[in-house]
């Protein structure tokens, strides 16, 4: 799946690993990611625990989507800082789930906790 997500890997998001619910993804954030603030755009860190919860949710199969997200944002993260997204399955019941996702600095400082929510649909629309 990851190597299909043209989005992720553009940004330069890579997939350090995935498997039995979890995954973990990194990305450094560049100057083009910095928002008015000088600090990291809130959207590039959630493409990032977006992106690793997805990896997490996919990591058995079948194919799987996400239904919701919603993130925290604890604290910046700037222009060269290495973020690593770790995500964490927390339950599967029928074809939904819910994982969590801590987004850190190189530093280890916390920078987001993200929840998503995912669903298995029963078949997914034709484009």
Do not use: K, Q, W
Not at 67 to 75: C, H, K, L, P, S
């Amino acid at each position: 799946m990851f190597d299909a997500d043209a989005a992720s890997r553009g940004l330069g998001i890579e997939l350090v690993e995935a498997g039995d619910g979890a995954a973990v993804a990194r990305m450094r954030v560049t100057e083009r990611m910095l928002n008015g603030h000088a600090i990291a755009h809130g959207g590039f860190v959630f493409l990032l625990a977006d992106t690793a919860f997805a990896l997490a949710c996919n990591s058995r199969g079948p194919v799987t989507v996400a239904a919701g997200g919603e993130i925290t944002f604890v604290r910046p993260a700037g222009a060269g800082d290495l973020l690593t997204a770790r995500a964490t399955e927390r339950t599967r019941y029928g074809r939904s789930g819910i994982y969590d996702v801590t987004v850190t600095r190189d530093d280890g400082a916390v920078v987001a906790e993200f929840r998503g929510r995912s669903r298995t649909p029963a078949s997914l629309p034709s484009t």
